[in-house]
């Protein structure tokens, strides 16, 4: 086999191998920005955005557990970046709209506007356990903190949105 042919076989087998990535991990990212981002629409952009970025870098992902996590650690950046941009746009509106600001009140409290109480952490954890299912300690690697602390992540963030959401049947 000449030169060509072999960097042709071997863009093949990388195309393939991302394709693969892409069924393979499409919907738990789907799952995960969907949890941050609560509209569909938006998580299948932040979707295509990672694995556009994915593209770009994929052959020096050799690892397939460490290309997973690098996938959720994009797309869950890219969802909370999403979020950010959208919340400063609502908070913008709603100033023009009124000299007070937005009530919560209001706006009509919901699990999406509780979930702006929370941490970037406390937002990730949430997101990486409830959404896709990783085990604590797994999304504490994923997050670059100690297991301990994911679960006090979780803790503080399970407890401000049940204050926030107003059940008391949780003691608070």
């Known amino acids: ?29 789907f799952g995960l920005s969907l949890a941050v981002l609560g509209r569909p629409e938006l998580a299948e952009e932040a979707v295509q955005e990672t694995f556009e970025r994915a593209w770009r870098v994929w052959t020096t992902l050799d690892d397939p557990d460490k290309r997973r996590a690098w996938l959720a650690r994009v797309c869950l950046n890219r969802s909370l970046d999403v979020r950010r941009y959208l919340k400063r746009r609502l908070r913008l509106a709603f100033q023009r709209e009124s000299d007070h600001g937005p009530q919560s009140t209001e706006l009509g409290l919901d699990l999406g506007r509780a979930m702006e109480h929370l941490t970037r952490r406390q937002r990730a954890i949430i997101g990486l356990h409830y959404a ?9 690697a994923m997050i670059g903190c100690q297991p301990g602390t994911a679960r006090s992540h979780l803790g503080r963030a399970l407890t401000t949105l049940r204050g926030q959401l107003g059940d008391t049947r949780h003691g608070s």
């Open 132 to 140: 896709c299912g990783y085990t604590l300690d797994e999304c504490a």
């Open 1 to 29: 086999m000449d030169v060509l042919g072999a960097a042709v076989t071997t863009e093949r087998a990388v195309a393939e191998d991302f394709e693969q990535a892409v069924r393979a991990e499409g919907p738990r990212l």
